[in-house]
């Protein structure tokens, strides 16, 4: 996938933890839908200006330009979104290999309750349900740090997706 959303090396996103080249991919197929929907939208606009003879009017740049902006202004909706993810997923520079890389507190001495709490509400702040279960599926550390609890909270943001 060729990533546009942002400026980004090669070498930059090989250091992507999961969760972030999953929220990477998520967010460029976003503006991908979005610049789709924008060109189906004015490639209707203008059938109906050329059906009702309007071919030379200047309606058609002004409902391009129309479009243009609102697909912008959402574009920077979604990199402001994608830019927090990439933060709030970044791995801490203070750890060593093998720790664990997670937007929410990973302590072993808590109870399995109370990690689980702390897991779905990090999970239940992302909106977009699709966005959520898929970073929740590609979250490994949460297999292992919530034990059984795992299947369990997985059936609970499912149910919020449906």
């Known amino acids: 996938m060729k990533f546009d959303i942002i400026d980004i090396t090669e070498d930059e996103i090989s250091k992507l933890t999961d969760i972030q080249t ?3 991919r998520t967010a460029q197929k976003k503006k991908n839908d979005l610049r789709f929907k924008t060109e189906q939208d004015y490639a209707l606009f203008k059938k ?3 059906t009702n003879g309007m071919k030379e009017s200047s309606l058609l740049e ?3 330009a ?4 609102e697909f912008l202004r959402q574009v920077e909706i979604i990199v402001e979104q994608l830019e927090y993810g990439l933060v709030l997923n970044a791995p801490y520079p203070d750890r060593g290999e093998g720790d664990e890389e997670t ?3 990973v302590d072993y001495t808590l109870s399995y309750t109370d990690r689980y709490i702390i897991v ?3 999970y239940l702040a992302i909106n977009d349900s699709a966005e959520r279960m898929a970073l929740y599926i590609a979250d490994d550390v949460a297999k ?3 034990g059984s609890y795992y299947s369990t909270l997985y059936d609970v943001l499912y149910t919020y997706s449906i």
């Open 22 to 24: 999953q929220l990477l």
């Open 48 to 50: 109906l200006a050329y």
């Open 62 to 64: 002004q409902k391009r």
């Open 66 to 69: 129309e479009l243009e902006t």
């Open 103 to 105: 937007g929410y507190i």
């Open 120 to 122: 779905r509400d990090y």
């Open 144 to 146: 292992k740090y919530l």
